[in-house]
């Protein structure tokens, strides 16, 4: 399958993207350890107590990374409001837009996935196997994720956080 066969991701980025400045409350969890309110995440900015993801049973503070693409580095893209609900630069990645990617190319983020636990963003290529989830057949469990030891996109498995 191929991004030139006249298929487009459902979810690329066709520009970089602003962020916003402000961020809603924390939800920490009672009676587990790490922080229990947002007025102890002032290591960094908006910085807010959350729960771990996983199953790790521990408030931690997240904070905003970025609001947007050029405060993240070269070739990083931001990722706005993603993971803990804190703005996120997504290193690893080999694209920011869709102009990254060469003409009529497609940069999508890559969901965790059996590849990896992490989103990153990559270009779509010829050598890909699927495009979108939905290429991925009927069974609800399959995705579409960007896999680094082959280098193209290829149907995967959510990520099991353990």
């Known amino acids: 399958m191929s991004p030139d066969g006249g ?68 070739g990083v893209p931001c990722d706005c409001r993603s993971d803990f609900n804190a703005n996120v630069c997504r290193s690893g990645s080999n694209c920011r837009v869709d102009g990254d990617c060469g003409a009529n190319g497609y940069c999508s983020p890559s969901k965790p996935s059996s590849f990896s636990c992490i989103t990153t963003y990559y270009c779509h290529t010829p050598q890909d196997r699927c495009i979108n989830d939905s290429d991925c057949g009927d069974a609800g469990s399959g995705i579409c994720a960007y896999d680094p030891a082959h280098s193209r996109w290829d149907c995967a498995f959510f990520c099991a956080i353990p």
């Open 7 to 74: 298929e487009i991701p459902n979810d690329h980025r066709p520009a970089g993207q602003s962020c916003p400045t402000t961020r809603g409350p924390g939800h920490p969890d009672p009676g587990i350890f790490g922080c229990t309110n947002d007025a102890q995440c002032d290591a960094g900015t908006n910085g807010r107590c959350n729960p771990t993801l996983g199953g790790a049973l521990m408030n931690v503070c997240t904070y905003d990374q970025c609001f947007q693409d050029s405060d993240c580095g070269t």
